[in-house]
């Protein structure tokens, strides 16, 4: 770990073989992951907060990142969870009345090498065009030896049991000031935002581990159920779709975000597949097919469900993204469910989705009748 050093060199490589040369910041040392990038201006502190990050190196396309700095209410978890940060500049000098520290601090409290003044336009072309690659950052010099040492690994690297690595290991209930319903929240990375917005409105959220079973959730006898965002490769967690397909059949209504969408999706028959470079940011736009409404969404997601493997007897598709036509929400027919990919907890990002929650409580509503 160190201070910012803005004379020590550092180096990240992909793994075609490309080089950028730019400067260490945050902790320094060597990593290697997913490199991604997001467009969000804001809410660098919950990207660097959330989960879905888990195994990735992230690089930000605004070019100053930093100058509202950081606080501790912001985070959307214990920790950092990101592999890596990347940025064009960073503000040493932040201003804002509650800023608590620089992200620099930030990076080094949480042990997250970063790497800054690179060119993060044509990392981001780069992406854009040739997809999403792995990568190493490192402060040491990559000679001959080095780089093809750094290749044989960044070849074979992949994002292993994420789920199993940012999920809860207990049961955690957080309380509401009045409560109206019980929900029990699947913790397969969940953003704190996610459980704020229920809390808001009245109910009580029993975090669950990710991994908790249809007879255990019968036990907490919730009014809800809440399938979290997370990181990974979906169809990896078979142990956890083989537990929804018993779960859905509660009977309990079921909200579905992210990663909670794609687990849902394949415990029904759907399938998945991984996006070019997938959706991250605060300006993905969706659209309502019921309502035929546009909306600006936060997102941050690399896998998507393949609409068409959807069975119409089972479920149809409520919302696609504007831009890709992927498919952004499930409303299922068969069982009490609907989900979506995007963010209506929006943290940080557009509030237009928040309805959604709304929604959940009224199918509460419905369901104590």
């Known amino acids: 770990m160190s201070v910012f050093n803005?004379?020590?060199?550092?180096?990240?490589?992909?793994?075609?073989?490309?080089?950028f040369e730019g400067r260490s910041f945050g902790a320094e040392g060597t990593?290697?992951?997913?490199?991604?990038?997001?467009?969000?201006v804001t809410g660098y502190q919950e990207t660097l907060t959330d989960p879905s990050y888990y195994g990735q190196i992230v690089c930000q396309t605004f070019p100053l990142i930093g100058n509202y700095g950081v606080n501790d209410e912001d985070n959307e978890s214990a920790r950092s969870y990101v592999s890596g940060y990347i940025v064009r500049e960073w503000c040493s000098s932040p201003s804002n009345f509650r800023c608590h520290g620089n992200i620099n601090d930030f990076l080094a409290k949480y042990n997250i090498i970063g790497i800054c003044g690179l060119d993060t336009r044509r990392l981001t072309r780069t992406i854009r065009e040739a997809g999403v690659m792995n990568g190493v950052i490192t402060t040491d010099n990559i000679d001959d030896e080095k780089k093809e040492e750094f290749?044989?690994?960044l070849?074979?690297?992949?994002?292993?049991?994420?789920?199993?690595n940012v999920t809860t290991p207990e049961l955690r209930t957080y309380h509401a000031d009045e409560k109206k319903f019980r929900v029990a929240l699947f913790d397969f990375g969940y953003k704190r935002n996610i459980r704020q917005e229920l809390i808001a409105r009245g109910c009580e959220v029993i975090v669950v581990p990710a991994n908790t079973t249809a007879a255990e959730i019968s036990e907490l006898a919730p009014d809800g159920i809440m399938f979290s965002n997370g990181p990974g490769d979906?169809?990896?967690?078979?142990?956890i779709i083989a537990n929804i397909r018993e779960i859905q059949q509660l009977g309990i209504p079921i909200f579905g975000i992210c990663l909670g969408h794609q687990l849902m999706a394949l415990a029904n028959g759907g399938t998945t597949e991984k996006l070019k470079y997938g959706h991250r940011g605060a300006n993905q736009p969706?659209?309502?097919?019921e309502s035929g409404l546009t909306y600006v969404?936060?997102?941050?997601?690399?896998?998507?469900?393949?609409?068409?493997?959807?069975?119409?007897a089972v479920g149809v598709v409520s919302h696609i993204n504007a831009n890709d036509k992927t498919c952004e929400g499930i409303r299922y027919i068969s069982v009490n469910a609907r989900t979506v990919q995007f963010h209506p907890e929006a943290r940080g990002g557009p509030l237009d989705t928040a309805?959604?929650?709304?929604?959940?409580?009224?199918?509460?509503?419905r369901a104590g009748e």
């Open 234 to 239: 979906p169809a990896e967690n078979t142990e």
């Open 6 to 19: 803005q004379s020590k060199k550092a180096y990240l490589m992909l793994e075609d073989g490309q080089i």
């Open 297 to 312: 969404t936060s997102q941050n997601h690399g896998y998507a469900v393949v609409g068409s493997s959807i069975n119409p």
């Open 155 to 164: 070849r074979g690297f992949s994002i292993k049991n994420a789920v199993k």
């Open 31 to 40: 990593v290697i992951g997913e490199v991604v990038f997001t467009t969000g």
């Open 355 to 365: 309805y959604l929650f709304d929604e959940f409580i009224e199918a509460m509503e």
């Open 151 to 153: 290749l044989a690994k």
């Open 286 to 289: 969706v659209i309502d097919l």
